[in-house]
């Protein structure tokens, strides 16, 4: 369980970590390899989240995922950046979270991911929030923590 008062900070802080889904790069699951791949090396993502028509979150696409179809054992084929369409190849399965969302879960969770995307109960994607972000709240804190709080440290720690 997290520290109150380190809590406290963090949820005051909550809204500040989540980047909106306007505002992310994103790709269609009906969107060809080839506009996927465009996208993906013009945005400089690792990973974007992959939506349908009505913007439900349907996974996640990487730059790895796409060459993956491209690459033979002898060349690269890019007609297979046209035979496939991202819904092929995407990563289904992924750990979403809601908003409001619980922000000790949300740091164990940024352990092994860079981002986590949010999602409504209806599927809607709303955004995502990445370790980044919580990493400049943890910094506010680290720099900030003794304006909010009496900090005195206990006998056994000055020693």
Same mark, same amino acid.
């Given at each position: 369980?997290?520290?109150?008062?380190?809590?406290?900070?963090?949820?005051?802080? *909550?809204?500040?970590?989540?980047?909106?889904?306007?505002?992310?790069?994103?790709?269609?699951?009906?969107?060809?390899?080839?506009?996927?791949?465009?996208?993906?090396?013009?945005? *400089?993502?690792?990973?974007?989240?992959?939506?349908?028509?009505?913007?439900?979150?349907?996974?996640?696409?990487?730059?790895?995922?796409?060459?993956?179809?491209?690459?033979?054992?002898?060349?690269?084929?890019?007609?297979?950046?046209?035979?496939?369409?991202?819904?092929?190849?995407?990563?289904?399965?992924?750990?979403?979270?809601?908003?409001?969302?619980?922000?000790?879960?949300?740091?164990?969770?940024?352990?092994?991911?860079?981002?986590?995307?949010?999602?409504?109960?209806?599927?809607?994607?709303?955004?995502?929030?990445?370790?980044?972000?919580?990493?400049?709240?943890?910094?506010?804190?680290?720099?900030?923590?003794? *304006?909010?709080?009496?900090?005195?440290?206990?006998?056994?720690?000055?020693?």
């Amino acid at each position: 369980m997290l520290n109150q008062a380190i809590d406290h900070m963090m949820i005051e802080n *909550r809204d500040h970590f989540m980047i909106p889904g306007e505002m992310v790069a994103s790709v269609n699951c009906d969107n060809s390899l080839r506009h996927a791949f465009l996208v993906l090396t013009k945005v *400089r993502y690792a990973k974007v989240p992959v939506v349908d028509n009505d913007d439900k979150f349907k996974g996640l696409l990487s730059l790895s995922m796409i060459t993956d179809k491209m690459l033979g054992l002898e060349h690269i084929n890019t007609e297979a950046l046209d035979e496939y369409c991202v819904g092929d190849v995407m990563e289904t399965g992924i750990t979403t979270i809601d908003n409001p969302y619980d922000v000790e879960n949300v740091l164990h969770l940024l352990v092994d991911n860079a981002f986590l995307p949010v999602v409504q109960d209806d599927g809607t994607f709303t955004g995502i929030v990445t370790r980044r972000e919580v990493m400049k709240g943890i910094n506010y804190i680290g720099h900030n923590l003794d *304006r909010y709080y009496d900090l005195n440290p206990r006998e056994e720690v000055t020693r």
